[in-house]
């Protein structure tokens, strides 16, 4: 079983900075991309920020110069530095990864989900 758990959510003001963080746990043979995805309330949720597992990264167009992904690939863990954050912000956001496991000598790619943390921007 694998788990991913988030953490860094929280209140901010408009201009303020947060991080977030994803670590995932269990029997995990290798991780490849990993993202971040945010869901604001009565909006499709949609990816904000994805890496590979060799450390490129792509962004939504509105978030380009503001956030920043990585990854420690020793720790099976993502991070989202979000800075200069604006209202339009505010939504719950959501880990993902892609994950290599096995088990009885069958490979098996999977996406794994976390829970979601609260991102609140007040203008």
């Known amino acids: 079983q694998v788990q991913l758990v988030e953490s860094g959510g929280g209140l901010v003001q408009a201009g303020g900075s947060l991080r977030l963080s994803c670590a995932a746990s269990?029997?995990?043979?290798?991780?490849?991309?990993m993202g971040w995805y945010r869901q604001a309330p009565g909006k499709e949720r949609e990816l904000v920020a994805s890496?590979?597992?060799?450390?490129?990264?792509n962004y939504v167009d509105s978030v380009k110069g503001r956030f920043t992904i990585s990854r420690d690939n020793a720790k099976n863990t993502v991070y989202l530095q979000m800075n200069s954050l604006k209202p339009e912000d505010t939504a719950v956001y959501h880990c993902?990864?892609?994950?290599?496991?096995?088990?009885?000598?069958?490979?098996?790619?999977?996406?794994?989900w976390g829970q979601g943390t609260q991102v609140t921007v007040s203008s």
């Open positions: 993902n990864a892609e994950v290599v496991t096995a088990r009885l000598l069958n490979i098996r790619v999977s996406d794994y």
């Open positions: 269990g029997s995990i043979l290798a991780i490849n991309d």
């Open positions: 890496i590979t597992s060799g450390g490129s990264a």
